[in-house]
């Protein structure tokens, strides 16, 4: 199949930036190095494309229904203009995806705009539209993927340069979470203080063809996919097809460690199985754990309790550029979850010393 | 983009290099590989007095997105080993035909120099 072009696909092939396939798109993974643009996040301002992010509009008289009963949070609870992260569960509360949903600016009355995972758009599309027709709910789902380009503005001076890019000093004031109608080059969009990087940030979603100037209106860092994945990993949140997957890994909300975006006093899909959860406690949960030896963790390798017992596998790991140190997300016992409990790390057949860590890792 | 790739060495298809010297060589990796590889994070090689061969695995270099193994463009003992760079693997991003070398060889009579393409044949490949 095809790889999908981001709308910005052009600029970075001008900017010499190393592509690498991910979630079916074709996206940067490097412009400069991924040391210098993690750096540029954590003491300054970087800006991302995250154009392979799926964006799906639900409106009309049914859409709170139906985004209440297909997502683990609760909706009612959003006001016009706020996001909220959740989850997507089956029946059986496996995490499909994970999600940020808008509730948009009162201009576009109760309409909401999610945004799953790069790849997922069209299942969920269709995961939407199927169970409006079961559901025999009055709602439009549509899905705007292709006609919407999304630049995330991360970093301690991410407000400056969004209130310069705007002409909008009040911004500096928006509060987290919230989502506003927003003019960049000439161009009307939306922006929201959320993000994925540990830092303060503005994620904004544009019309496609607008998107290189929109890219343009922000002077700072570009940064590829490498440094959003060191980022996030320090800041302990998770990637979808590799710390959970519905097929590979599946794994619930409680196990993940998103038990704080589930609502289980709301009617959703998956809920009657995660209210048995909540109830007993995961067997498994996701930990963080740093490395005492030189190595680096990577997805795959096995987990070893301090006795040498098999006790899980890692489901991401790097060498964190703020932090100094290797270390790891993955999934063990619930009776190993305890930050200092000594761990080991299986690296080409050896074990090596590792450690259970509060998450996040890194936190500004 | 180019890369440096110095006249005064031999190269392996997989990116290592060795420049003798009077039966002697060093060994590290090309200015092509550090730039796929990215930052550079972990090395690991063998210990001084171990036995290598030409096109066997010396070791394994690491970057933040990737495991790469390293493969011996020599036969010999390790007489030497670059271990500045446990402490700062970059060097291998900064100066990978300098401060960045991994080890350095007393060379075998076949010592696997002859296998070695030359500069030009290494520029033809990676252009």
């Not at chain 1, 009612?76 to 948009?104: K, N, P, W």
Request: glycine content about 10%; aromatic content about 8%.
């Amino acid at each position: 199949m095809a790889l999908r072009t981001p709308p910005l696909g052009a600029a970075h092939e001008s900017r010499d930036a190393k592509v690498t396939e991910f979630g079916g798109w074709e996206m940067p993974v490097e412009f400069d190095s991924i040391r210098t643009e993690h750096e540029s996040v954590r003491e300054g301002v970087g800006k991302f494309d995250v154009s392979h992010m799926g964006e799906i509009v639900v409106s009309g008289p049914d859409a709170d229904e139906l985004m209440n009963r297909l997502t683990s949070n609760d909706v009612r609870t959003v006001d016009a203009g706020t996001a909220q992260y959740a989850a997507i569960t089956d029946s059986e509360g496996v995490i499909l995806d994970d999600t940020m949903l808008y509730r948009l600016p009162e201009s576009r009355d109760e309409e909401f705009l999610f945004v799953p995972n790069a790849g997922n758009d069209v299942a969920m599309e269709e995961r939407w539209e199927s169970h409006r027709d079961e559901w025999n709910l009055d709602a439009t789902v549509e899905n705007r993927t292709e006609e919407y380009a999304m630049i995330a503005v991360q970093g301690p001076d991410s407000a400056d340069l969004v209130a310069e890019a705007t002409g909008d000093d009040a911004l500096a004031e928006l509060p987290n979470f919230a989502a506003i109608d927003t003019t960049i080059a000439g161009s009307e969009g939306l922006l929201a203080r959320t993000g994925y990087t540990g830092e303060d940030g503005f994620e904004v979603i544009f019309p496609s063809a607008d998107a290189e100037a929109v890219w343009e209106a922000f002077d700072c860092q570009p940064c590829g996919l490498g440094a959003r994945d060191t980022l996030r990993m320090e800041a302990g949140l998770l990637l979808a097809g590799q710390d959970f997957d519905s097929e590979e890994n599946p794994r619930n909300p409680y196990e993940a460690g998103i038990g704080f975006a589930v609502d289980t006093d709301t009617e959703f899909v998956g809920r009657d199985a995660l209210a048995a959860v909540e109830e007993s406690g995961p067997d498994e949960r996701l930990v963080g754990f740093e490395l005492d030896e030189r190595a680096v963790p990577r997805h795959g390798y096995d987990i070893q309790s301090s006795d040498g017992e098999a006790i899980g596998t890692v489901t991401s790991g790097t060498m964190a550029p703020t932090l100094g140190v290797p270390i790891g997300l993955g999934y063990v016992p619930a009776d190993h979850t305890e930050p200092g409990t000594d761990i080991g790390i299986v690296v080409r057949g050896e074990a090596k010393d590792a450690h259970i860590t509060a998450l996040p890792f890194y936190e500004r | 983009m180019s890369f440096d790739v110095p006249d005064d060495r031999g190269y392996m298809e997989s990116h290592e290099w060795a420049s003798e010297d009077g039966g002697t060589a060093r060994v590290g990796i090309s200015d092509f590989a550090q730039d796929e590889l990215g930052d550079i994070v972990f090395v690991e090689f063998p210990d001084e007095g171990a036995e290598i061969a030409h096109d066997e695995q010396l070791g394994v270099v690491e970057s933040i997105k990737a495991v790469s193994d390293l493969y011996s463009p020599v036969t010999g003992t390790v007489t030497a080993t670059n271990d500045e760079l446990l402490d700062a693997p970059e060097l291998l991003n900064d100066d990978p035909y300098g401060e960045g070398w991994l080890v350095e060889v007393d060379l075998a009579d076949e010592s696997g120099l002859d296998e070695l393409l030359s500069a030009d044949e290494y520029r033809d490949q990676i252009e």
